[in-house]
């Protein structure tokens, strides 16, 4: 490992940690995408996480605020990290390619369809509070 691969992980590796401590798996390949959306049968949270600050102050915060203020909790909880884990990104953007791209993002999908999504827009500029519930009621009306 190079000493710009040693630095960026030692960025990237508690951005990683604020969602995997809740229960979010990480799709590091794009077969760990296709294999998660082919399988996931219900309700998936899908992150695209990011080192930007309205990732870090906005979008993780929000995403955690929202599972733990909702009883609609979703089946799956994923997350792939723009930048870092490219092709899976990639991969998982390809199941809403009609969206696009931009990090950090959420998306909803319900039996791997694209039911919800909140871009960089709907994020930056707007508080926890807004994006928690945003996504909160995003969940809720998938979950009906």
């Known amino acids: 490992m ?3 691969d040693e630095y960026m992980k030692g960025i990237v590796t508690p951005m990683r940690k604020e969602l995997t401590d809740h229960g979010f ?3 590091l390949t794009p077969e760990d995408v296709n294999e998660h959306i082919s399988e996931a ?3 998936t ?3 695209i ?3 930007c600050g309205c990732a ?3 979008a993780r915060p929000g995403v955690i605020e929202a599972l733990n203020s909702t009883e609609a909790k979703p089946d799956h ?3 792939v990290f723009a930048g870092q884990e490219k092709e899976a990104t990639a991969q998982m953007r390809s199941y809403f390619e009609d969206v696009p791209p931009s990090s950090p993002s959420i998306a909803v999908l319900k039996d791997g369809e694209l039911a919800y999504f909140i871009p960089r827009e709907q994020i930056e ?3 926890v509070e807004h994006i928690r519930d945003n996504l909160k009621q995003a969940l809720e009306q998938v979950a009906e």
Request: glycine share 8%.
């Open 77 to 79: 909880l994923v997350t």
């Open 2 to 4: 190079n000493a710009y």
């Open 125 to 127: 500029d707007h508080s």
């Open 49 to 51: 996480n990011s080192v």
């Open 41 to 43: 049968k219900g309700t």
């Open 45 to 47: 949270l899908a992150v």
């Open 25 to 27: 798996k990480e799709l």
């Open 56 to 58: 870090a102050g906005l």
